[in-house]
């Protein structure tokens, strides 16, 4: 490998043109270094780390599950997200043609492309979400949720009607008029509500805290229990680290594209996976301690934000408050990750069709809505009966974009610059010690790892 890095760094002064070249011809929109970092770590920060891991650390093993995402993380995530945003700041192109860019090979335009396609898929059904999270934080803080009510009933025929569809366009809506400014619009919306999100999470957190009973909450979030963990927990935890890092579907490509060539990666990436890890940490801290006050079963999946925490905060005292709050947490993380996600197949548009910033954004915002339409529609409402192999239209675009897309796009990055990249080096710009390292991860342990989840998640093999 030594010869080799060798080349890659002698090569570097010689492609030092070619990247002046790739500057002219790639995108001009930059972040500024601190608005960049807001940005990726708003789109790290979602309802992945807010709604999804704390019902898969209850279901998983608790504080041993979350050790495990830990590691995954640090050893296979934070290497595949210095991939992506190396591989967007070299191409400076869309998620598609940094990668031909870079390579002069079509054939990974085509890859890239799947990831694209993977980031409006999600964005389809990850808005309809974010809109629910939108009318809990209405209906909560307007103390209509009503005390001892069936809240399971109240979710199950809320999501059942149509309100869910003028929610979601509610979000698109909110997310185009952002994506609409570009990069720098991106910037300024995170950079506002970023620390806000901070904010609101520890306000909660301090409450929670003190509720009766919640220090068994917070034991079981982080006094570990290994003989909880399962084969299966491991892949989740791998396949949660990529989903919470936004990984696998050209976003933090596309984010990249946009950084300053003076940015170090190196210390970004850290950045945004100690946010991501943070928030996730707080979250933790909020949902484990309210379940536990209020014999909620941390465990019970999906439901545990929109049917167990609107009974516990119902029954808090001044339960509306934090629990509106709770949900304008949840719907600004949401935001700022759809925003990263609508930008993917926007900067896309741009570039393959030309087209103007606002014509891009448009165009794919409404599509993203009449795409996510069924979704909307088929968790128990006018279309419930769009059911296959006993999943809804929702269930499953989720499964083919998180389980099938996301990991192949994530195995993608990985051998694009662990081995068709030649100068990954030069633009990653890491001490000679650090890209020995990031290389052998990229090389030999995270596509490993990866196929393993992709095996694993896509049901092609279970053990
Ligand atoms: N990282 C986001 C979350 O944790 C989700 C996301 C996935 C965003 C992929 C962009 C791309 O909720």
């Given at each position: 490998?030594?010869?080799?890095?060798?080349?890659?760094?002698?090569?570097?002064?010689?492609?030092?043109?070619?990247?002046?070249?790739?500057?002219?011809?790639?995108?001009?929109?930059?972040?500024?270094?601190?608005?960049?970092?807001?940005?990726?770590?708003?789109?790290?920060?979602?309802?992945?780390?807010?709604?999804?891991?704390?019902?898969?650390?209850?279901?998983?093993?608790?504080?041993?599950?979350?050790?495990?995402?830990?590691?995954?993380?640090?050893?296979?995530?934070?290497?595949?997200?210095?991939?992506?945003?190396?591989?967007?700041?070299?191409?400076?192109?869309?998620a598609s043609s940094s990668l031909v860019r870079l390579s002069g090979r079509k054939i990974w335009g085509g890859f890239g492309v799947l990831s694209?396609?993977?980031?409006?898929?999600?964005?389809?059904?990850?808005?309809?979400?974010?809109?629910?999270?939108?009318?809990?934080?209405?209906?909560?803080?307007?103390?209509?949720?009503?005390?001892?009510?069936?809240?399971?009933?109240?979710?199950?025929?809320?999501?059942?009607?149509?309100?869910?569809?003028?929610?979601?366009?509610?979000?698109?809506?909110?997310?185009?008029?952002?994506?609409?400014?570009?990069?720098?619009?991106?910037?300024?919306?995170?950079?506002?509500?970023?620390?806000?999100?901070?904010?609101?999470?520890?306000?909660?957190?301090?409450?929670?805290?003190?509720?009766?009973?919640?220090?068994?909450?917070?034991?079981?979030?982080?006094?570990?229990?290994?003989?909880?963990?399962?084969?299966?927990?491991?892949?989740?935890?791998?396949?949660?680290?990529?989903f919470s890092l936004s990984l696998g579907m050209g976003t933090m490509m596309t984010y990249g594209a946009y950084v300053d060539r003076r940015q170090?990666?190196?210390?970004?990436?850290?950045?945004?996976?100690?946010?991501?890890?943070?928030?996730?940490?707080?979250?933790?801290?909020?949902?484990?301690?309210?379940?536990?006050?209020?014999?909620?079963?941390?465990?019970?999946?999906?439901?545990?934000?929109?049917?167990?925490?609107?009974?516990?905060?119902?029954?808090?005292?001044?339960?509306?408050?934090?629990?509106?709050?709770?949900?304008?947490?949840?719907?600004?993380?949401?935001?700022?990750?759809?925003?990263?996600?609508?930008?993917?197949?926007?900067?896309?548009?741009?570039?393959?069709?030309?087209?103007?910033?606002?014509?891009?954004?448009?165009?794919?915002?409404?599509?993203?809505?009449?795409?996510?339409?069924?979704?909307?529609?088929?968790?128990?409402?006018?279309?419930?009966?769009?059911?296959?192999?006993?999943?809804?239209?929702?269930?499953?675009?989720?499964?083919?974009?998180?389980?099938?897309?996301?990991?192949?796009?994530?195995?993608?990055?990985?051998?694009?610059?662990?081995?068709?990249?030649?100068?990954?080096?030069?633009?990653?710009?890491?001490?000679?010690?650090?890209?020995?390292?990031?290389?052998?991860?990229?090389?030999?342990?995270?596509?490993?790892?990866?196929?393993?989840?992709?095996?694993?998640?896509?049901?092609?093999?279970?053990?």
């Open positions: 490998m030594d010869k080799e890095l060798h080349q890659q760094n002698g090569d570097g002064q010689v492609r030092q043109g070619d990247t002046a070249r790739q500057e002219d011809s790639g995108t001009a929109e930059r972040f500024s270094r601190s608005g960049f970092i807001f940005a990726a770590i708003g789109s790290s920060v979602g309802l992945g780390n807010m709604w999804k891991f704390p019902y898969i650390t209850g279901q998983y093993g608790g504080a041993a599950f979350f050790l495990l995402f830990t590691i995954c993380l640090l050893l296979i995530g934070l290497p595949v997200l210095m991939a992506e945003l190396t591989v967007g700041r070299g191409g400076r192109g869309s694209i396609a993977g980031a409006f898929f999600i964005t389809s059904f990850y808005t309809v979400v974010a809109g629910w999270t939108l009318h809990y934080a209405v209906l909560t803080s307007a103390n209509a949720l009503g005390k001892g009510t069936d809240f399971a009933a109240t979710f199950f025929s809320f999501i059942g009607g149509w309100w869910p569809v003028a929610w979601q366009a509610a979000v698109m809506l909110i997310t185009g008029w952002i994506v609409v400014r570009g990069a720098s619009g991106i910037e300024k919306f995170n950079r506002i509500l970023i620390p806000a999100l901070l904010v609101i999470l520890i306000i909660i957190m301090i409450r929670v805290l003190q509720l009766p009973g919640a220090s068994e909450g917070v034991s079981f979030f982080l006094k570990p229990d290994f003989g909880k963990l399962t084969n299966e927990s491991l892949l989740v935890a791998l396949g949660h680290a990529f170090s990666l190196g210390a970004a990436t850290l950045a945004v996976g100690g946010g991501d890890l943070m928030y996730a940490l707080l979250a933790g801290m909020i949902i484990f301690p309210t379940t536990f006050a209020f014999g909620i079963e941390p465990a019970q999946g999906p439901g545990l934000a929109f049917i167990g925490l609107p009974a516990a905060f119902s029954a808090m005292p001044l339960g509306w408050l934090f629990g509106g709050l709770f949900f304008v947490l949840l719907a600004i993380a949401a935001l700022t990750s759809v925003v990263s996600l609508l930008e993917v197949p926007v900067a896309y548009a741009m570039e393959r069709w030309r087209l103007s910033r606002s014509t891009a954004t448009v165009s794919t915002t409404v599509l993203c809505f009449l795409f996510g339409l069924p979704s909307a529609l088929s968790v128990g409402g006018a279309v419930g009966w769009l059911h296959w192999e006993g999943k809804s239209f929702f269930d499953w675009v989720d499964f083919i974009a998180s389980n099938i897309i996301l990991p192949l796009g994530g195995l993608m990055v990985t051998l694009f610059v662990g081995y068709a990249w030649k100068h990954a080096a030069q633009e990653a710009g890491l001490t000679a010690g650090w890209f020995r390292l990031w290389l052998f991860l990229l090389r030999y342990v995270a596509p490993v790892l990866i196929v393993l989840v992709f095996l694993h998640t896509s049901g092609i093999w279970s053990f």
